[in-house]
């Protein structure tokens, strides 16, 4: 069966230092690979897309890497701040006019 | 501009009851994907919908249906809800595919209480 799984529901870290985190699929042939943020009580917010013939991506303080190989997307945010707190969503498309399937998202804690 | 906007914010109905959700898109942006997303989990897809038609479906029962007006606003429906029905419904829009890939802007959601 398809599975989406991102690797811990919680990651608590110090300021200044860089988050990780990880996306596992199995069962899919993404098109793409998109990051999400949501804060509480919101919506997602789009961070990052990278394709299927893509290695990797940044975007100031952030990277993706995708490895169809291994079936799987690291997430980093370097010189992390308490303000990048949130849940960070990990969602494939198959390239079916952009329906995502979602994760099921990892809080992210930065402790001052 | 505005982004994507939902009404109402938050709704509470009893189980066997109707309701409806109402989505208006980033202007420029003509596709509504809906979503529900329970607590502590990811979104699910639901529908989407574009020139008025649902392009396509995800795992969701019939009581769930939709509709898209000619400004590209849209409906959800829900009828005879049940406790599980209880989530963050979201409202996605994106533009039109031209070669390449447009991303999503998700609404801040409506939460929906089934007691």
């Known amino acids: 069966s398809q599975k989406i799984e991102q690797n811990s529901e919680a990651l608590n870290i110090q300021e200044g230092k860089t988050a990780t985190l990880t996306c596992n699929y199995t069962?899919?042939?993404?098109?793409?690979l998109q990051w999400y943020r949501q804060d509480p009580g919101r919506g997602p917010v789009f961070l990052l897309l990278?394709?299927?013939?893509?290695k990797e991506k940044r975007k100031e303080r952030l990277k993706v890497t995708f490895d169809t190989t291994l079936k799987q997307s690291l997430f980093h945010i370097t010189a992390s701040q308490p303000a990048d707190s949130a849940t960070y969503l990990c969602?494939?498309?198959?390239?079916?006019?952009?329906?995502?399937?979602f994760g099921q998202g990892t809080i992210l804690t930065v402790h001052p | 501009d505005a982004g994507v906007t939902q009404s109402p914010t938050h709704l509470i109905k009893t189980r066997g009851q109707q309701v409806t959700l109402r989505c208006s898109p980033k202007?420029?942006?003509?596709?509504v994907s809906w979503y529900q997303q329970a607590l502590g989990q990811g979104p699910q897809f639901i529908f989407q919908?574009?020139?008025?038609?649902?392009?396509q479906r995800g795992n969701f029962p019939d009581r769930f249906s939709g509709h898209q007006f000619p400004n590209y606003s849209s409906e959800l429906n829900v009828n005879a809800l049940l406790l599980g029905d209880s989530a963050l419904y979201l409202c996605?829009?994106?533009?039109?595919?031209?070669?390449?890939?447009?991303?999503?802007?998700f609404g801040p959601g409506t939460r929906l209480t089934v007691l």
């Open positions: 996605a829009s994106s533009g039109r595919f031209v070669g390449s890939y447009n991303e999503q802007f």
């Open positions: 069962n899919y042939s993404p098109a793409y």
């Open positions: 990278i394709r299927e013939n893509e």
């Open positions: 969602a494939l498309d198959t390239g079916s006019y952009g329906k995502l399937t």
């Open positions: 202007s420029g942006h003509d596709t």
């Open positions: 919908y574009y020139e008025e038609e649902e392009r």
